[in-house]
């Protein structure tokens, strides 16, 4: 079955960089498009981050263009985002979720960043 | 971009059906059949229970059903059970490829 496997998260001082990944299994994942969706303690969800199948096109919130990067590596079956100038406001638990048409189809457990001096 | 506009709380008993409503703008939910629903219980990822307005994936009961009408989507859920206690978001595709969701309704079964 799909399984996606979040990684990288924890604590990070304002301003620092951190990357996170995401393990796929269970299917084609150079077929499906990747999405980052975060979630702010007690809050609700709020989509970041958009790669396509081929990593050939790449979509941002307006929260974080210009300081998040999506990429992926498809020979290892692996998403990743790397988060620079990192704030206070980017903390959160973030979730790798498959594009299926234009919804999130399936989703990882998430992996908590914490932004705090 | 904007969140979609969820009420906080509904609450209905067993057997009884409730609906939550998710007001967009004709940018997002009323320009495009792309509007999902998701239900999230505590410290749980999402799981999509509604997809393309209307559409439920294997799995999901036909007691969960969505629709649309101009800029506001609405999920029903029939039949209330315990186990549909959780938080419920709405999605939309909006334009310039992104996504917007709504700020999440809490679902209490009395």
């Known amino acids: 079955q799909v399984q996606l496997v979040e990684s990288g998260g924890g604590v990070v001082q304002p301003g620092r960089s951190l990357r996170l990944s995401c393990a796929a299994s269970?299917?084609?994942?150079?077929?499906?498009?990747m999405h980052w969706v975060r979630q702010a303690p007690g809050q609700g969800l709020e989509w970041v981050a958009l790669i396509w199948y081929d990593g050939s096109k790449k979509f941002y919130a307006d929260s974080v263009r210009g300081r998040f990067t999506i990429s992926r590596d498809n020979s290892k079956n692996t998403l990743f985002v790397e988060m620079s100038s990192l704030r206070a406001e980017d903390t959160a638990v973030y979730y790798c979720?498959?594009?299926?048409?234009?919804?999130?189809?399936?989703w990882g457990q998430g992996t908590l960043v914490t932004v705090s001096s | 971009q904007s969140a979609l506009t969820q009420p906080a709380s509904v609450s209905g008993s067993p057997g009884q059906s409730i609906t939550i409503s998710c007001t967009g703008t004709?940018?997002?939910?009323?320009?495009?059949?792309?509007v999902s629903w998701y239900q999230q219980h505590p410290g749980k990822a999402p799981k999509l229970m509604i997809y393309e307005v209307s559409n439920r994936p294997s799995g999901v009961p036909d007691r969960f059903s969505g629709s649309k009408s101009g800029n506001t989507a609405s999920l029903t859920i029939s039949g209330l059970q315990a186990e549909d206690e959780a938080d419920y978001y709405c999605?939309?595709?909006?334009?310039?490829?992104?996504?917007?969701f709504g700020g999440g309704t809490k679902l209490t079964v009395l």
């Open positions: 999605n939309s595709y909006s334009s310039s490829n992104m996504w917007v």
């Open positions: 004709s940018s997002d939910v009323g320009g495009y059949n792309y």
């Open positions: 269970g299917f084609t994942f150079s077929n499906h498009g």
């Open positions: 979720a498959r594009g299926t048409g234009n919804q999130f189809d399936s």
